[in-house]
């Protein structure tokens, strides 16, 4: 009996991809490598030295490629295998192979070869052609999409938004990034800043907008400013400060005093009973009552209605209020800002496109103001031209559009 060392030895020197090439026919191959094993389970470099070989044949034969779809469009274009080589930059004998292994693994006959290197479409590769056109157009366009999706000018971003701040901040910034990134669909929805939270905790959605004292306080997240106004003072018909003729002059918080403040209710607005408390607190102001009035609308017909007085942010205000019976509060009352934030373990090149586009937005903001829309007597200057939107800060020392990581606050 023959050592298996021996064996080995041998058939190294031995050109085993060309035997098997010559002799032994492609479906046979299948038979070959399952039953070939049994006779040399104790010779674990034979299996070794034949695996390179399987791999070849398995890639080559067994697995559709797109460059046998293109070697056998050239052929079927030039009906030459000499003409189609030359093409192809290959020499005639791979060409041949290529073909031979995709009519393997079709089963069927793609061209018939003639006597005088004559070659013709049989019907199968008439009708196979017309589908190998379309699946290496397909190829081309994925990689194409794959090249732009790499480079954030393709894909998709999830964006939580504020639904009141839709026409007064998202559309701009929108429009702005669409400009940049038409293919990059953008998908809005509206969440409570809790579910807000849990959807980026959770890579739902992409990024969230989120007012300033709503930030969570979760160190995986980073922010940037994206926008701050003014607050105003919205003020029912009648009212001694509603007057059409100072309409741009901003007013002292302290002109409300003996008025009832309307507010939105805290499950409405999470964190807007705060930033009044705060606006009160910065101007040492106390108003007279509060009173709960759920959404906007609702709110500013109830002011219309005089039945109160209302602390919003302008942006919100927009052409429902009429000339004069919105007025800007002037210092120390802080202004109202909005914060961009996202996970911090986000990779997507689309995400971090729309966060340079959304700085710039930000930074863009503080020399041309975003108008509320439809009403040009909210906007304009206050104060010796001083814009409607000043640069957003998410804390003192970070400038708007500049990325922050959200921290813990410090234990007392």
Not at 218 to 233: H, I, K, R, W
């Amino acid at each position: 009996m023959v050592p298996a060392r021996q064996v080995i030895r041998i058939l190294s020197e031995f050109s085993f991809t060309t035997y098997i090439t010559n002799r032994l026919p492609l479906r046979g191959l299948y038979f070959f490598w399952s039953v070939l094993p049994r006779f040399a389970v104790s010779a674990d470099g034979f299996i070794a030295c034949l695996s390179a070989d399987f791999a070849y044949w398995t890639s080559e034969v067994f697995f559709m490629e797109l460059r046998h779809l293109q070697s056998f469009i050239v052929v079927a274009e030039e009906l030459s295998f000499t003409r189609a080589a030359a093409r192809l930059h290959l020499t005639q004998p791979p060409l041949s192979r290529q073909i031979q292994a995709l009519e393997t693994l079709l089963g069927v006959r793609l061209l018939a070869r003639g006597r005088s290197s004559q070659v013709t479409l049989t019907d199968a590769g008439r009708s196979f052609l017309a589908d190998a056109r379309r699946l290496l157009t397909a190829g081309d366009e994925a990689r194409e999409h794959a090249r732009k999706a790499a480079h954030g000018q393709q894909g998709k971003l999830v964006l939580a938004n504020v639904a009141a701040l839709s026409q007064g901040v998202v559309s701009p910034l929108l429009q702005a990034f669409r400009a940049q990134y038409p293919l990059v669909e953008i998908f809005l929805v509206e969440l409570a800043p809790a579910d807000r939270t849990a959807a980026l905790r959770e890579g739902r959605i992409h990024l969230g907008i989120y007012p300033e004292g709503c930030l969570p306080q979760d160190p995986q997240f980073e922010s940037q400013g994206l926008y701050a106004c003014p607050m105003v003072a919205v003020l029912p018909p009648g009212h001694p400060q509603a007057n059409p003729a100072e309409a741009h002059v901003e007013m002292d918080i302290h002109a409300l005093a003996g008025d009832t403040v309307l507010v939105p209710p805290p499950e409405a607005a999470p964190g807007y009973l705060e930033r009044v408390d705060r606006a009160c607190a910065a101007a040492k102001f106390t108003p007279a009552a509060l009173h709960p009035v759920g959404g906007v609308p609702n709110l500013l017909g109830m002011v219309s209605a005089g039945y109160g007085v209302a602390i919003l942010p302008e942006v919100l205000v927009g052409a429902s209020v009429p000339a004069g019976q919105m007025r800007r509060l002037r210092a120390p009352v802080p202004p109202f800002r909005l914060s961009l934030i996202w996970s911090g373990a986000a990779t997507s090149q689309a995400l971090k496109n729309f966060r340079e586009v959304a700085t710039a937005f930000a930074l863009q903001a503080t020399r041309t103001p975003v108008r509320p829309a439809g009403n040009p007597s909210s906007v304009g200057s206050a104060g010796g031209g001083r814009p409607v939107v000043r640069r957003s800060r998410l804390a003192q020392g970070h400038d708007a559009g500049r990325p922050r990581r959200v921290r813990e606050p410090a234990s007392a």
